[in-house]
């Protein structure tokens, strides 16, 4: 039993466009939730799902912005598609001020970068303050976790989904894969 459940655990609320913020049309979706309490702006593949990577994301800080929330964009883009994708991003956190308020899930491209794009990158990613969320690799694919602490990036492990839920042999523990 936790005697002090307040220090053990905390949630947050998060907004999220699960078929893209453009392509399902759902930014006033996004904007009523935020009134109700959602604390965070989610997204997805600005470029790949939404088809218009500029306008997505500058809806998404928009919102951000308009209701004092933090962005949690989930970035399964790989290449100069999803490198493209996190440049643009940090122009946005920089020219906004979000420093510290921001994160990027599964991050996939930035195991697609290297030399010196890739110290220049990391150094504006923890100037910046964007965290990176990573998930288990059950793909193969993952960014440099070490690389990015090594470089001061705050690093996370997390999982945005359930396994095996219909499955009546697993439990979907996520700590027990």
């Known amino acids: 039993?936790?005697?002090?459940?307040?220090?053990?655990?905390?949630?947050?609320?998060?907004?999220?466009?699960?078929?893209?913020?453009?392509?399902?049309?759902?930014?006033?979706?996004?904007?009523e939730a935020l009134t109700k309490g959602a604390?965070?702006?989610?997204?997805?593949?600005?470029?790949?799902v939404d088809g218009d990577m500029k306008k997505s994301?500058?809806?998404?800080?928009?919102?951000?912005?308009?209701n004092e929330a933090g962005i949690d964009i989930h970035l399964h883009e790989r290449?100069?598609?999803?490198?493209?994708t996190v440049e643009y991003f940090l122009s946005l956190v920089e020219n906004h001020n979000l420093q510290g308020k921001v994160a990027i899930?599964?991050?996939?491209?930035?195991?697609?970068?290297?030399g010196s794009q890739k110290a220049e990158l990391f150094q504006r990613l923890a100037e910046n303050q964007v965290e990176i969320m990573t998930s288990v690799p059950?793909?193969?694919?993952i960014p440099p976790v070490m690389d990015l602490k090594a470089a001061g990036v705050k690093v996370s492990v997390g999982c945005d989904n359930i396994f095996d839920n219909w499955s009546p042999y697993g439990n979907g523990d996520i700590l027990e894969r």
């Open 138 to 141: 059950i793909t193969g694919v």
């Open 39 to 48: 604390t965070i702006v989610g997204g997805v593949d600005p470029t790949a």
């Open 79 to 84: 290449g100069e598609m999803g490198l493209k």
């Open 1 to 31: 039993v936790l005697d002090n459940y307040q220090e053990k655990l905390s949630s947050e609320i998060v907004a999220f466009p699960q078929h893209g913020l453009l392509r399902s049309n759902s930014i006033e979706l996004m904007q």
């Open 105 to 114: 899930s599964h991050a996939f491209a930035l195991g697609d970068v290297s």
């Open 57 to 66: 994301l500058e809806a998404t800080f928009s919102l951000a912005n308009q």
